[in-house]
């Protein structure tokens, strides 16, 4: 209630905070020079891939009142407005999968009202996107942002587990959709025949699944045990939109007899064209709504001003983790403010808004911690070799490259490498001779995470995006079975590290194998808490999910799906409690994700392995290395984990109590 007395005063804090550095927001990332380029390939395949998959499916949905080019012209406008007056530049933005399922209610609900129809849908979807803004407006202003910790690990999983499914429904419907005749298409055609329709379903069958595979197994190339460090780390950054492009190619292998529309692939409109033009104007068309219908908007605006306010903000907090030890000022306040103007002109442009995307920040904050650790490290390994030439002693050693850390880290904490020192130190009391220390084993193990916080990163990304929109040609070479492979890939890739969904596997486990869990790392819960405790949490999770995902079949209360979640804080904070006991909810509903090392457990790095890994640069080993690393402790949504070697003995009995004597 306090904060509601206050208007003004988060986005006021936020302004002023971010204002102070906003000219070292754009001065770093003109001293990283070409280094920023990777980073920013790297992030523009992840934020352009999901956005086309989704204009595809808007397509469907809304039978061609939008399609792939809105939704590259709203991440693009939206994503150079927040890159250059944001408050947090590390935050992705673009259109999500649940502005495409609140877009789809909408149409529903259009096309069924004479007042409305297609005609009037997108303006009437811009008097919804201009009830959403005023509403963003109030949270901002009123700082409604206070609250956003009271969304805890159990909505947030919730959640990501509903968008999961709900991708992978589109994969199915999409791929059973290639064996039957498209809507606007005409019956008679040649390809819509029989026995072509069954060619046509049975390579979606193998373009959906060929790239579903080869896009999971080059998600996860930094773990494979062949080719060089460089090759690897490239074929995990860009192995999806490579397979993209390779699938793709293979699509024009097929015969020559094969009629021209089989495989199918995308339909999207040049953007010169009226369907597209049309969106522009649409501002034109929004007086013709009638006033009980711009009145009604409010409802559908409630629930989208809430979602947005929910997943921007998870996606921003994601993003600057405290794992990141980022240095710069948050600015939750400030961002939702500028995401109702966001909206807002999306919704008078007749464009889906975007707003904040997972994974797509934590992605984008740990891409630049690469960045900026390199840079970091090649300085201060390059300082300690010169001292190592003049036969200095490890002490000056270390000053040397403490100097240089200080130096380059905006907001320099000499106690971060108070490790380091200790490191550099051993070695002399071990009475090795000046010169033995080696820069480049220890600096790995103890160099603090840094992240290279600037603006360029994402507006170039986001003009990448914009100018893609000029390559439609390109983009609609695409086969449609492709797509429904990556809708695919996204659900599957998006379980690991969701507690929820590891303890429903949990459950299916037999008691006699449980102790398996343990000898591999694992979450702490595991150890922490009864297994009956962990079944009572789970199946309740479980039953609110498919209560969640039932209402999402419900034609016209569909548009309803958020409010579950907001009703989740107060079961959470006044139900839950009466269920299980503190510590236990603590352990099943943690802020943070943390994860015990098992028994046998191995660092998937030694420094031996370091050392004779590639015969290739050291400038290569270190990116594969560091990216390796972080990847090691974060989970694909881009939570970082906390990992600790304790092993709880009593607990393993928890886990497997008949076993008391297997060895």
Same mark, same amino acid.
């Given at each position: ?6 208007? &003004? ?41 999901? $956005? ?25 406008? #939206? ?71 009271? /969304? ?17 429904? !589109? ?9 039957? *005749? ?11 025949? /029989? ?12 373009? #959906? ?25 490239? @074929? ?8 993209? *492009? ?12 094969? =009629? ?7 339909? $999207? ?20 709504? =009638? ?68 994974? !797509? ?49 905006? &907001? ?26 080696? =820069? ?60 929820? /969904? ?6 299916? @486990? ?18 922490? *808490? ?6 009572? &949490? ?9 209560? #969640? &995902? ?10 309803? /799906? ?18 299980? !006991? ?13 994860? @015990? ?31 390796? @690393? ?14 600790? *070697? ?18």
């Amino acid at each position: 209630m306090e904060s509601i007395r206050k208007p &003004f005063n988060g986005i006021i804090k936020d302004v002023k905070g971010r204002a102070a550095c906003y000219k070292e927001d754009w001065t770093c990332a003109l001293c990283s020079g070409v280094g920023i380029l990777a980073p920013t390939a790297y992030i523009f395949f992840a934020s352009a891939l999901p $956005v086309i998959a989704f204009g595809e499916q808007l397509n469907r949905d809304t039978d061609g009142s939008l399609s792939t080019v809105e939704t590259l012209a709203s991440t693009a406008i #939206c994503g150079i407005i927040h890159s250059i007056f944001g408050g947090q530049p590390l935050l992705i933005v673009g259109v999500a999968e649940p502005t495409v399922i609140m877009y789809n209610y909408l149409y529903n609900f259009s096309k069924g009202r004479p007042d409305l129809g297609s005609k009037l849908y997108l303006a009437w979807a811009g008097w919804v996107c201009v009830w959403t803004a005023l509403l963003l407006f109030l949270l901002a202003i009123f700082n409604a942002c206070n609250i956003i910790t009271r /969304f805890t690990r159990i909505a947030g999983e919730l959640f990501g587990l509903l968008i999961a499914v709900l991708f992978m429904q !589109q994969a199915v419907k999409g791929l059973i959709s290639e064996f039957s *005749v498209p809507k606007a298409e005409d019956p008679k055609l040649e390809q819509n025949q /029989f026995q072509w329709l069954y060619i046509n379903g049975l390579l979606a069958v193998i373009f #959906c699944f060929g790239l579903f595979f080869t896009a999971i197994k080059s998600r996860r190339a930094r773990s494979w045990r062949y080719g060089t460090g460089w090759l690897r780390g490239f @074929i995990a950054d860009y192995g999806v939109p490579l397979m993209v *492009v390779l699938w793709t190619a293979l699509s024009y292998s097929i015969p020559r007899e094969v =009629p021209e529309g089989v495989p199918r692939r995308l339909y $999207v409109p040049f953007p010169w064209e009226s369907a597209s033009l049309y969106h522009w104007t649409v501002i034109k068309d929004m007086g013709k709504v =009638p006033l009980s219908y711009i009145l009604a908007a409010f409802l559908p605006a409630v629930m989208i001003a809430g979602l947005y306010f929910f997943d921007h903000s998870v996606a921003s907090q994601m993003a600057q983790q405290k794992e990141f030890n980022l240095q710069k000022p948050s600015a939750y306040h400030y961002d939702i403010f500028l995401l109702g103007i966001m909206t807002l002109i999306c919704g008078l442009l007749g464009l889906p808004p975007s707003n904040g995307v997972l994974p !797509q920040s934590p992605m984008h904050t740990k891409s630049l911690a690469v960045l900026r650790r390199q840079l970091i490290r090649k300085r201060m390994v390059k300082s300690a070799k010169e001292c190592i030439k003049q036969q200095a002693s490890n002490s000056e050693i270390y000053g040397k490259m403490q100097a240089v850390f200080m130096e380059m880290d905006t &907001f320099p904490t000499p106690k971060e490498l108070e490790n380091l020192k200790d490191a550099v130190m051993k070695v002399d009391e071990g009475g090795d001779a000046k010169g033995k220390f080696d =820069p480049e084993k220890h600096i790995d193990a103890y160099l603090p995470v840094r992240v290279n916080e600037q603006r360029m990163s994402n507006l170039l990304q986001s003009l990448l995006v914009g100018i893609s929109i000029s390559s439609i040609s390109v983009i609609k070479m695409i086969p449609t079975s492709v797509l429904w492979g990556y809708f695919a890939y996204m659900a599957i890739d998006s379980l690991p590290g969701n507690q929820f /969904f590891e303890r429903i596997l949990l459950l299916f @486990i037999t008691p006699s194998r449980r102790y398996k869990v343990l000898e591999g790392s694992h979450a702490s819960y595991v150890e922490l *808490v009864p297994f009956k405790y962990i079944a009572l &949490f789970t199946i309740f999770q479980s039953i609110y999910f498919l209560m #969640c &995902f039932g209402i999402t079949w419900i034609p016209i209360a569909g548009i309803l /799906f958020p409010l579950p979640f907001f009703l989740l804080i107060s079961i959470r904070e006044h139900v839950l409690p009466k269920l299980f !006991q503190p510590n236990h909810l603590q352990e099943l509903d943690a802020s943070e994700y943390e994860e @015990i090392a098992g028994a046998p457990h191995i660092r998937s790095i030694s420094l031996a392995e370091r050392e004779a890994a590639d015969s290739g640069s050291n400038e290569s080993r270190e990116d594969f290395y560091d990216a390796e @690393i972080l990847d090691e402790f974060t989970t694909n949504r881009g939570e970082f984990k906390l990992r600790t *070697v304790s092993f709880n003995e009593d607990r393993f009995f928890q886990v497997y109590p008949e076993d008391n004597a297997r060895v």
